[in-house]
T-cell receptor, first 113, second 114 residues
Protein backbone atom coordinates (compact mmCIF):
# COMPACT_ATOMS: atom_id res chain seq x y z
CA UNK A 1 0.00 0.00 0.00
CA UNK A 2 1.37 3.39 -1.02
CA UNK A 3 2.18 5.77 1.82
CA UNK A 4 3.07 9.42 1.29
CA UNK A 5 4.88 11.45 3.94
CA UNK A 6 5.51 15.17 4.01
CA UNK A 7 8.12 16.85 6.16
CA UNK A 8 7.98 19.24 7.89
CA UNK A 9 4.35 19.30 9.01
CA UNK A 10 4.59 23.06 9.54
CA UNK A 11 7.03 25.74 8.50
CA UNK A 12 7.26 29.43 9.29
CA UNK A 13 9.64 31.66 7.35
CA UNK A 14 10.20 35.39 6.85
CA UNK A 15 9.18 36.92 3.56
CA UNK A 16 11.77 36.64 0.78
CA UNK A 17 13.27 33.33 1.86
CA UNK A 18 13.74 30.44 -0.53
CA UNK A 19 12.32 27.22 0.89
CA UNK A 20 12.02 23.53 0.20
CA UNK A 21 9.11 21.24 1.02
CA UNK A 22 9.70 17.51 1.06
CA UNK A 23 7.55 14.59 0.01
CA UNK A 24 8.43 10.90 0.16
CA UNK A 25 6.53 7.85 -1.02
CA UNK A 26 7.03 4.18 -0.28
CA UNK A 27 6.21 2.57 -3.65
CA UNK A 28 8.31 3.87 -6.55
CA UNK A 29 5.89 2.42 -9.13
CA UNK A 30 4.13 5.71 -9.67
CA UNK A 31 2.55 7.17 -12.80
CA UNK A 32 2.88 10.79 -11.74
CA UNK A 33 3.15 13.10 -8.76
CA UNK A 34 1.14 16.26 -8.25
CA UNK A 35 1.66 19.20 -5.89
CA UNK A 36 -1.35 21.12 -4.62
CA UNK A 37 -2.02 24.14 -2.50
CA UNK A 38 -4.95 24.34 -0.09
CA UNK A 39 -6.09 27.53 1.59
CA UNK A 40 -7.99 27.17 4.88
CA UNK A 41 -11.43 25.63 4.39
CA UNK A 42 -11.05 25.62 0.62
CA UNK A 43 -10.51 23.13 -2.16
CA UNK A 44 -7.19 22.25 -3.75
CA UNK A 45 -5.35 24.23 -6.41
CA UNK A 46 -3.07 22.22 -8.66
CA UNK A 47 0.43 23.68 -8.78
CA UNK A 48 2.59 21.23 -10.70
CA UNK A 49 2.33 17.72 -12.13
CA UNK A 50 5.42 15.63 -12.81
CA UNK A 51 5.15 12.52 -14.94
CA UNK A 52 7.17 9.52 -13.77
CA UNK A 53 9.54 9.96 -16.73
CA UNK A 54 10.30 13.57 -15.82
CA UNK A 55 12.83 14.93 -13.33
CA UNK A 56 11.35 18.35 -12.70
CA UNK A 57 8.68 20.89 -13.57
CA UNK A 58 8.73 24.65 -13.16
CA UNK A 59 6.01 27.26 -12.93
CA UNK A 60 6.99 30.79 -12.02
CA UNK A 61 8.62 30.78 -8.60
CA UNK A 62 7.85 27.09 -8.09
CA UNK A 63 10.06 24.19 -9.05
CA UNK A 64 9.24 20.57 -8.31
CA UNK A 65 11.68 17.72 -8.67
CA UNK A 66 11.11 13.99 -8.71
CA UNK A 67 13.50 11.16 -7.90
CA UNK A 68 11.34 8.12 -8.45
CA UNK A 69 13.99 5.56 -7.56
CA UNK A 70 14.50 7.02 -4.10
CA UNK A 71 10.81 7.82 -3.62
CA UNK A 72 11.27 11.54 -3.13
CA UNK A 73 9.96 14.83 -4.47
CA UNK A 74 10.74 18.37 -3.43
CA UNK A 75 8.85 21.60 -4.02
CA UNK A 76 11.12 24.64 -4.13
CA UNK A 77 9.54 28.04 -3.61
CA UNK A 78 11.72 31.01 -4.47
CA UNK A 79 11.43 34.42 -2.87
CA UNK A 80 8.49 33.49 -0.66
CA UNK A 81 5.63 35.96 -0.16
CA UNK A 82 2.88 36.20 2.49
CA UNK A 83 0.41 35.14 -0.20
CA UNK A 84 2.21 31.79 -0.38
CA UNK A 85 0.90 30.95 3.09
CA UNK A 86 -1.20 27.81 2.73
CA UNK A 87 -1.01 24.05 3.18
CA UNK A 88 0.95 22.30 0.45
CA UNK A 89 0.01 18.74 -0.40
CA UNK A 90 1.76 16.21 -2.58
CA UNK A 91 -0.11 13.32 -4.12
CA UNK A 92 0.95 10.32 -6.16
CA UNK A 93 -0.93 8.31 -8.71
CA UNK A 94 0.11 4.69 -8.90
CA UNK A 95 1.06 2.93 -12.12
CA UNK A 96 -1.66 0.81 -13.65
CA UNK A 97 -5.35 1.36 -14.13
CA UNK A 98 -6.14 2.95 -10.77
CA UNK A 99 -6.20 6.70 -11.23
CA UNK A 100 -6.94 7.93 -7.75
CA UNK A 101 -4.39 9.99 -5.86
CA UNK A 102 -2.76 9.09 -2.56
CA UNK A 103 -2.07 12.22 -0.55
CA UNK A 104 0.45 13.19 2.05
CA UNK A 105 -0.73 14.98 5.16
CA UNK A 106 0.63 18.29 3.98
CA UNK A 107 3.03 21.02 5.06
CA UNK A 108 1.42 24.10 6.56
CA UNK A 109 3.47 27.09 5.39
CA UNK A 110 3.34 30.53 6.98
CA UNK A 111 5.30 33.34 5.35
CA UNK A 112 5.70 36.26 7.73
CA UNK A 113 5.71 39.81 6.33
CA UNK B 1 -13.73 28.40 -18.39
CA UNK B 2 -15.71 27.34 -15.35
CA UNK B 3 -13.96 25.11 -12.84
CA UNK B 4 -15.33 22.17 -10.92
CA UNK B 5 -18.43 23.15 -9.00
CA UNK B 6 -19.95 21.48 -5.98
CA UNK B 7 -23.21 21.90 -4.12
CA UNK B 8 -24.17 22.57 -1.46
CA UNK B 9 -21.25 24.38 0.16
CA UNK B 10 -22.30 23.44 3.68
CA UNK B 11 -24.63 20.87 5.20
CA UNK B 12 -25.70 20.01 8.71
CA UNK B 13 -27.31 16.62 9.28
CA UNK B 14 -28.03 14.37 12.23
CA UNK B 15 -26.92 10.81 12.79
CA UNK B 16 -28.81 8.26 10.75
CA UNK B 17 -29.89 10.68 8.04
CA UNK B 18 -28.96 10.46 4.39
CA UNK B 19 -27.19 13.11 2.31
CA UNK B 20 -26.54 13.74 -1.39
CA UNK B 21 -23.66 15.86 -2.61
CA UNK B 22 -23.35 17.07 -6.17
CA UNK B 23 -20.44 17.79 -8.49
CA UNK B 24 -20.16 19.27 -11.97
CA UNK B 25 -16.84 18.65 -13.69
CA UNK B 26 -14.97 20.99 -15.98
CA UNK B 27 -16.48 20.99 -19.46
CA UNK B 28 -14.97 18.18 -21.50
CA UNK B 29 -13.81 16.18 -18.49
CA UNK B 30 -15.24 12.68 -18.26
CA UNK B 31 -13.60 11.46 -15.04
CA UNK B 32 -14.89 12.48 -11.62
CA UNK B 33 -13.24 11.60 -8.33
CA UNK B 34 -14.57 11.96 -4.80
CA UNK B 35 -12.31 12.43 -1.77
CA UNK B 36 -13.01 12.84 1.93
CA UNK B 37 -10.93 15.18 4.07
CA UNK B 38 -11.76 14.51 7.69
CA UNK B 39 -10.07 16.40 10.48
CA UNK B 40 -6.82 14.71 11.38
CA UNK B 41 -7.12 12.03 8.70
CA UNK B 42 -5.98 13.78 5.55
CA UNK B 43 -7.42 13.32 2.11
CA UNK B 44 -8.81 9.85 1.43
CA UNK B 45 -9.99 8.56 -1.94
CA UNK B 46 -13.64 7.56 -2.05
CA UNK B 47 -14.82 6.90 -5.62
CA UNK B 48 -13.80 7.31 -9.25
CA UNK B 49 -16.28 7.52 -12.12
CA UNK B 50 -15.44 7.63 -15.79
CA UNK B 51 -17.82 7.54 -18.74
CA UNK B 52 -20.74 6.82 -16.42
CA UNK B 53 -19.17 3.80 -14.77
CA UNK B 54 -17.71 3.33 -11.30
CA UNK B 55 -14.05 2.48 -11.96
CA UNK B 56 -12.67 2.19 -8.47
CA UNK B 57 -13.58 2.81 -4.85
CA UNK B 58 -11.55 3.42 -1.75
CA UNK B 59 -11.71 1.70 1.60
CA UNK B 60 -15.11 3.02 2.65
CA UNK B 61 -18.27 1.13 3.65
CA UNK B 62 -21.07 0.51 1.13
CA UNK B 63 -23.21 3.27 2.63
CA UNK B 64 -20.98 5.58 0.60
CA UNK B 65 -22.17 5.36 -2.99
CA UNK B 66 -22.62 7.52 -6.02
CA UNK B 67 -23.28 7.74 -9.68
CA UNK B 68 -22.28 9.66 -12.77
CA UNK B 69 -24.82 11.04 -15.19
CA UNK B 70 -24.65 11.19 -19.00
CA UNK B 71 -23.49 14.82 -18.77
CA UNK B 72 -20.62 13.58 -16.54
CA UNK B 73 -21.87 15.32 -13.42
CA UNK B 74 -21.85 13.16 -10.33
CA UNK B 75 -23.59 12.58 -7.03
CA UNK B 76 -22.18 11.18 -3.83
CA UNK B 77 -24.71 9.60 -1.49
CA UNK B 78 -24.03 8.78 2.13
CA UNK B 79 -26.62 6.74 4.01
CA UNK B 80 -27.01 6.21 7.74
CA UNK B 81 -24.75 9.12 8.61
CA UNK B 82 -22.32 8.71 11.49
CA UNK B 83 -20.54 11.39 13.48
CA UNK B 84 -17.22 10.50 11.87
CA UNK B 85 -18.63 11.31 8.44
CA UNK B 86 -18.18 14.97 9.32
CA UNK B 87 -15.64 16.17 6.79
CA UNK B 88 -14.91 18.26 3.74
CA UNK B 89 -15.95 16.29 0.65
CA UNK B 90 -13.95 17.22 -2.41
CA UNK B 91 -14.75 16.42 -6.00
CA UNK B 92 -12.15 16.49 -8.75
CA UNK B 93 -12.29 16.01 -12.48
CA UNK B 94 -9.86 15.12 -15.23
CA UNK B 95 -9.93 14.49 -18.94
CA UNK B 96 -10.44 10.77 -18.47
CA UNK B 97 -8.59 7.67 -19.45
CA UNK B 98 -7.50 8.93 -22.85
CA UNK B 99 -6.55 12.41 -21.80
CA UNK B 100 -4.58 14.52 -19.38
CA UNK B 101 -3.78 13.45 -15.87
CA UNK B 102 -4.10 16.62 -13.85
CA UNK B 103 -6.97 16.45 -11.40
CA UNK B 104 -8.76 19.72 -10.82
CA UNK B 105 -10.60 20.13 -7.56
CA UNK B 106 -13.79 21.88 -6.61
CA UNK B 107 -14.26 24.02 -3.48
CA UNK B 108 -15.79 21.15 -1.54
CA UNK B 109 -18.90 20.51 0.52
CA UNK B 110 -18.47 20.74 4.26
CA UNK B 111 -20.68 18.22 6.05
CA UNK B 112 -21.32 18.35 9.76
CA UNK B 113 -23.07 15.40 11.39
CA UNK B 114 -24.55 16.05 14.81
Amino acid sequence: KQEVTQIPAALSVPEGENLVLNCSFTDSAIYNLQWFRQDPGKGLTSLLLIQSSQREQTSGRLNASLDKSSGRSTLYIAASQPGDSATYLCAVRASGSARQLTFGSGTQLTVLP
Amino acid sequence: EAGVTQSPTHLIKTRGQQVTLRCSPISGHTSVYWYQQALGLGLQFLLWYDEGEERNRGNFPPRFSGRQFPNYSSELNVNALELEDSALYLCASSLGRQGGETQYFGPGTRLLVL
